[in-house]
């Protein structure tokens, strides 16, 4: 009667368009329902509900989705709720062209132009105590629950506000304490039974910036050997005064410069062993201690990123071996250095992350896989690259224009039509 669909990662999104344009060339008429993390209501009418003749519709969150599919399978209410949906969403369309139409936009080159002003002369980037790879095979559960950031676990629940605020919230405050109890309590099992076991992997490289967006892994330190090339985006929409169009690689030290820099790596899950448990409560049809322990793995797999990269600060890169923060503070993210993520909005292109699984070997090493659209297995899992630099600072890439994305595919060795699939999120143009 109605087929929904999820989005997990940002790949999802340019795959949901293309279901939409089989679903019309098979001729179906059957509702499609549209969420999941990556999606919005203006991607479902720009890129989804022109392709499909039949309804669209979506749903910011699954407890909306009962009233929708309501909606759409009464007689009595169907049609004018189909007809309102499409008028909603052709208003949407306009509104989206007309802002794209006054988008300002500078050419790659001017936009490189405009880069990070980091200044390099006088600065010598931290060099790694502890080069190379490092392996966790089972990290202490005990050690990462005191890393956990609670906050986004109850989000989950579509429990709205900051830990521990929320647990005196006047309207979810009761509802938030009884399931922290519920938390708390199968954490304890999780780790006093070993449900799951937490492996890792980092590496530390030898670096330079090259042709601007580019960065250079070397196999040692006498930077003689590329081991591999990494790629990165930059953003291209005009900035007011004073203000750069960023790119990951502005915080690594252009080659041309002569300065020795470091980048790092890693890829961490609290995942493995989890199908086994999981498959256990949906057995006995208990939804609610399966998602309790799908979010708590979730939970730990980002505390063991944090903890982590507070070893690479201290110990491993040692830049920052004097530091010490609470979880507070690791939470507010104010040590010196970013951990961004393949797929995240500083580096929204997923392909790299095959460069990442490649560079420190992360199936062998961490027992973590990826999907031929790069979503992670377990899903219960954390990667992305180090920057030490005091002035790496995280950012949005935005919307760029076919320049860019031609040069990137270029760089990458990709047809112009798969780039334009991979990074369908954040093209400022329709392609071809």
């Known amino acids: 009667d109605i087929i929904g669909l999820s989005g997990l990662i940002t790949p999802s999104l340019d795959e949901m368009a293309h279901m939409a344009r089989e679903l019309e060339r098979e001729g179906f008429q059957v509702p499609l329902l549209i969420g999941g993390a990556t999606t919005s209501r203006v991607h479902t009418a720009v890129k989804i509900e022109p392709h499909y003749s039949a309804s669209t519709v979506y749903v910011k969150d699954a407890s909306r989705a009962v009233g ?22 052709h208003v949407v369309r306009e509104r989206h062209k007309r802002k794209h139409d006054k ?14 002003p980091v200044v390099w002369e006088g600065y010598m980037p931290p060099v790694p105590k502890q080069p190379g790879l490092k392996v966790f095979d089972d990290y202490p559960l005990s050690e990462l629950r005191d890393y956990i950031d609670w906050t986004p676990f109850f989000r989950t629940w579509e429990l709205v506000g900051s830990y521990p605020k929320i647990l005196d919230d006047k309207v979810v405050g009761e509802q938030a304490k009884s399931l922290l109890d519920d938390a ?7 780790i006093a039974e070993s449900w799951l076991q937490a492996r890792g992997v980092i590496g530390l490289f030898a670096v330079n910036t090259v042709g601007d967006d580019d960065i250079e892994v070397y196999t040692d330190g006498s930077r003689t050997e590329v081991l591999i090339t990494l790629h990165h985006l930059r953003q291209q929409k005009q900035k007011p005064p004073g203000k750069p169009n960023q790119c990951l690689a502005d915080f690594i030290a252009p080659k041309e410069t002569g300065i020795p820099d470091y980048l790092g790596a890693f890829a961490v899950t609290a995942g493995i062993g989890i199908d086994e448990h ?12 399966s998602i309790l322990l799908k979010a708590l793995a979730d939970r730990l797999a980002e505390a063991f990123a944090e903890r982590i990269h507070e070893r690479v600060r201290k110990d491993f890169w040692a830049y920052a071996p004097e530091e010490h923060f609470d979880n507070k503070e690791l939470v507010r993210e104010v040590y010196a250095g970013i951990r961004p993520a393949p797929g995240y909005p500083a580096c929204p292109e997923h392909t790299e992350k095959g460069l990442l ?10 027992g973590i896989d990826i999907t031929e659209n790069f979503a992670m297995v377990p899903t219960a899992a954390v990667s992305g690259w180090y920057f030490s630099h005091p002035e790496a600072r995280y950012f949005g890439l935005g919307d760029i224009n076919k320049d860019q994305v031609e040069d990137y595919a270029r760089r990458k060795g990709m047809e112009l039509s798969v780039m334009e699939r991979w990074l369908s999120p954040n093209l400022g143009y329709e392609p071809d």
């Open 68 to 89: 929708v599919a309501q909606k759409l399978m009464s007689e009595e209410h169907k049609h004018d709720y189909i007809k309102s949906i499409k008028k909603d969403y």
């Open 103 to 116: 988008t300002q936009w500078l050419t790659l080159a001017e936009a490189r132009n405009n880069k990070t």
């Open 184 to 190: 708390m309590g199968m954490l304890d099992r999780i």
């Open 278 to 289: 999981v498959a256990r409560f949906e057995a006995n049809h208990d939804d609610y201690n």
């Open 357 to 366: 699984w490649e560079l420190i070997g992360v199936r062998k090493n961490a």
